[in-house]
């Protein structure tokens, strides 16, 4: 199981920070993976990180602005988003894998949390 939590309303410009706690799951051997969906629209990848957080990888439209980090102890990612834009309004998901993807789709993904709303005012 995968709960997100840390999301709310925000205005242009400002951090963010999600989280989500995982259950029911060897976490240390799951690749974790950060989706939104904005309304109307498709759900699309954000981040991922690797088993052992080696690996990060980011779209295009968050790199710089975007951290994915994981703890492993606390079977916990995160998802730190500075400088926030109004198209970075979505519900954003907490998902897992235990395959790691550095680009996946939605298909790619078996295990999903119930998402968590980002707003960003402008």
């Known amino acids: 199981q995968l709960q997100a939590c840390g999301g709310g309303l925000v205005q242009a410009g400002g951090p963010l920070r999600l989280s989500c706690a995982a259950s029911?799951?060897?976490?240390?051997?799951?690749?974790m993976y950060w989706f939104r969906q904005a309304p109307g629209k498709q759900r699309e990848f954000v981040a991922s990180?690797?088993?052992?957080?080696?690996?990060?990888s980011y779209a295009e439209f968050v790199k710089g602005r975007f951290t994915v980090s994981r703890g492993d102890a606390k079977n916990t990612q995160a998802l730190q988003m500075d400088n926030l834009k109004p198209e970075d309004t979505a519900v954003y998901y907490c998902?897992?894998?235990?395959?790691?993807?550095?680009?996946?789709?939605?298909?790619?993904?078996?295990?999903w949390g119930k998402g968590t709303l980002v707003t960003v005012s402008s």
């Open positions: 998902a897992a894998e235990r395959g790691y993807y550095s680009r996946p789709n939605e298909y790619d993904i078996s295990d």
């Open positions: 029911g799951l060897t976490f240390s051997r799951y690749a």
């Open positions: 990180i690797n088993w052992g957080g080696l690996s990060r």
